[in-house]
């Protein structure tokens, strides 16, 4: 099962590039590595989604190396409104349904 | 686009009371999920269902049911409600064609006391 770890918690200031690392040791063959963010009192909300390699967005990057062990949330020049709890999933209904598992997640703090 | 929708969003139950918490989605997506979220532990799948009247159990199913005869709706039952099961549920679906892309509700929040 492609369990994930991640930081507990990560503090950065208004404007910084904030790096969240995820590792997924036993990611399978046919595993997506999505990331997801929530806010409090809220469900959470899709960011970004990779297989391999380097995947961007209009709101994120994610780098994966040709492992495919862990990922890289990369977000550029944060704002006090990216204060929110990051998740990485690693996983494919194609692979098990019940094998999508969330983990702990990341609480990202921006301080002005 | 009304999406997933979740009923009550906010409910106090008493011990070994049966509650109901109602899932509804609009996309006609293929699987629906049940996960509860509790601090410490994130985000636990309880149940999931990859199609009417098909459903598994997740990582923490003990004290649940759930049922699906139409697509649209994934209700999730606490049999004899107890105060461990005091957390945020959350539903959510993917649609099982194209994508892995996981939609949330906003979420009930339920106390046991």
């Known amino acids: 099962l492609a369990k994930t770890t991640q930081p507990i918690s990560m503090d950065s200031y208004e404007g910084q590039e904030v790096n969240i690392t995820c590792s997924h040791n036993n990611i399978a063959t046919n595993d997506y590595i999505t990331w997801y963010q929530q806010f409090p009192s809220q469900g959470p909300r899709f960011i970004i989604q990779?297989?391999?390699t380097k995947v961007t967005n209009e709101v994120a990057s994610l780098f994966i190396p040709a492992d495919r062990k862990s990922s890289t949330l990369s977000l550029p020049r944060v704002s006090l409104s990216d204060t929110a709890v990051y998740y990485c999933?690693?996983?494919?209904?194609?692979?098990?349904?019940?094998?999508?598992?969330f983990g702990t997640g990341t609480r990202l703090t921006v301080i002005p | 686009d009304a999406g997933i929708t979740q009923s009550p969003r906010y409910k106090i139950t008493e011990t070994g009371r049966q509650v109901t918490l109602m899932c509804h989605q609009t996309w006609s997506h293929s699987y629906m999920f049940w996960y509860r979220q509790d601090l410490g532990h994130g985000l636990r799948l309880i149940y999931y269902s990859a199609a009417a009247d098909i459903t598994d159990k997740g990582e923490v199913p003990d004290g649940y049911v759930v049922s699906r005869s139409k697509t649209e709706n994934f209700p999730l039952t606490l049999e004899s409600a107890t105060r461990s099961q005091t957390s945020v549920y959350f539903c959510?679906?993917?649609?099982?064609?194209?994508?892995?892309?996981?939609?949330f509700g906003e979420g009930s929040w339920l106390t046991v006391v």
């Open positions: 999933l690693v996983g494919s209904h194609q692979t098990g349904a019940n094998n999508l598992f």
């Open positions: 959510a679906s993917i649609p099982g064609q194209g994508g892995d892309t996981i939609y």
């Open positions: 990779g297989y391999k």
